[in-house]
């Protein structure tokens, strides 16, 4: 500072620095969040078209520390991706291919049980194995695939097969729904992952994934499942061709799932990546898109524990960020992921406890590394 020049303490009223920064339309819902008050349709419309972000992060971080304090949780997981091969064609899929092409993969059992070997004598609680619809593998080959690694692994959850897996095995083996489930978690199957659920309304559905089952069905393979012991997870598909209505109407129809069953433990908001799909034109997500949504699953979600910012999809900075954005939860070390970086994600494949734990503590919050269900692995200091 030049000598002689005085510090001049300036006051600017926030509104003239700041403008677009506060919706009043925000003010009706933030009574209703403060009130503990369930959120309707055209108050999530609100929430997904206000520009005040910050408005609405306070709002989602309210509900979050109701629920979870400053806890953020992270999971020491493997991923296993056993076939790439799929019998859909799934219009924002990078990952799956058709039997013959250069890309295409199948892991036999020996081959799975080998994947799941090289993580020997490292420290982890779960194991995520999803893949694509195989065309021939036969319904023993899943049943089989849980049990062996149940055998060899029975202190790790099986977190394995999404809805539209359960639902295509249902098919082929002609067992019904229940049985399937019934079966596969008398092998050691632990919880379904979220995955499939992509945007529920038909006219979406129709456009980006025509030959995958519908979200009614999506919705019933969760809610027998929950019926026969096993929690899972949800998620949505955004940032692709769906309006803020269908990502609202998405919210609201798993919200009534989980009153009827209680089952669902987290929501993942999944964010589009387009490159190598039908719709590479399409732009990747905006933070703001990515913040908006955590923040707004958060808030129409109430029974839903907790809210995973999945950092694979979203990369650690944001991840961070959210979790003063309704997000308690950034999934995993994971160690390799398939299928968003078929589709272009430059997010690191793996993040090391240390640096998970770094992540959350620099957000000012407390990391707890925790099973697939949630207990404590062991809680950080
Ligand atoms: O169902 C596919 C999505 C899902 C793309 O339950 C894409 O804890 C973005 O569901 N861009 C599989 N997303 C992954 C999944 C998941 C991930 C992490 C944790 C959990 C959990 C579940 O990935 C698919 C689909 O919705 N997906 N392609 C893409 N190009
Ligand atoms: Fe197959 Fe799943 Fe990809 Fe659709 S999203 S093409 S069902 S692997």
């Known amino acids: 500072m030049p000598a002689g020049a005085r510090m001049v303490k300036m006051v600017i009223p926030w509104k003239t620095y700041m403008p677009k920064l506060f919706d009043s339309a925000l003010e009706p819902v933030a009574r209703k969040v403060e009130a503990g008050q369930r959120l309707s349709f055209d108050d999530g419309l609100i929430l997904d078209r206000t520009p005040d972000i910050l408005g609405l992060g306070r709002l989602a971080n309210i509900a979050r520390e109701r629920l979870n304090g400053d806890n953020a949780y992270f999971i020491n997981n493997r991923h ?13 899929c990078a990952f799956s291919t058709k039997a ?23 420290h982890f609680s779960e194991f995520h194995i999803v893949g694509g619809l195989h ?92 019926r026969v012991g096993l929690r899972s997870n949800a998620t949505m598909l955004y940032g692709h061709i769906e309006t803020p209505e269908d990502r609202v109407d998405h919210l609201i129809q798993l919200r009534a799932a989980q009153d009827e069953t209680g089952g669902f433990l987290t929501f993942i908001p999944l964010a589009f990546h387009p490159q190598n799909t039908k719709f590479d ?83 000012g919050r407390i990391p707890v590394e925790r099973d697939t269900v949630y207990n404590l692995v062991g809680a950080g200091h």
């Open 80 to 92: 296993i991706n056993h076939t790439n091969v799929c019998v859909n064609a799934c219009r924002f």
């Open 100 to 122: 013959g092409e250069e890309r295409a993969y199948t892991m036999d059992l020996d081959r799975v049980m080998e994947e799941a070997r090289k993580f020997d004598g490292e």
């Open 281 to 363: 034109a399409l732009p990747r997500t905006s933070g703001m898109m990515d913040l908006r949504m955590i923040a707004m699953a958060r808030l129409m979600l109430d029974n839903f524990p907790h809210i995973k910012a999945f950092w694979i999809m979203i990369g650690q900075k944001l991840a961070q960020l959210s979790l003063s954005f309704g997000a308690d939860d950034v999934d995993g070390t994971v160690m390799e992921e398939r299928i968003t970086h078929a589709a272009g994600a430059t997010t690191a494949q793996r993040a090391g406890r240390e640096r998970l734990e770094r992540l959350i503590r620099e957000a």
């Open 135 to 226: 065309p021939t593998l036969p319904y023993e080959y899943y049943v089989e695939m849980i049990r062996r690694l149940h055998e060899r692994y029975p202190d790790t959850h099986l977190q394995a097969f999404t809805a539209v897996e359960i639902e295509y095995f249902a098919r082929i083996s002609g067992r019904s729904i229940r049985a399937v489930l019934e079966e596969l978690k008398e092998a050691g199957l632990g919880s379904l992952p979220g995955g499939g659920a992509e945007i529920f309304a038909p006219r979406v559905r129709k456009k980006i994934c025509p030959e995958k089952i519908g979200g009614v069905e999506w919705l019933e393979v969760h809610k027998t499942a929950h």
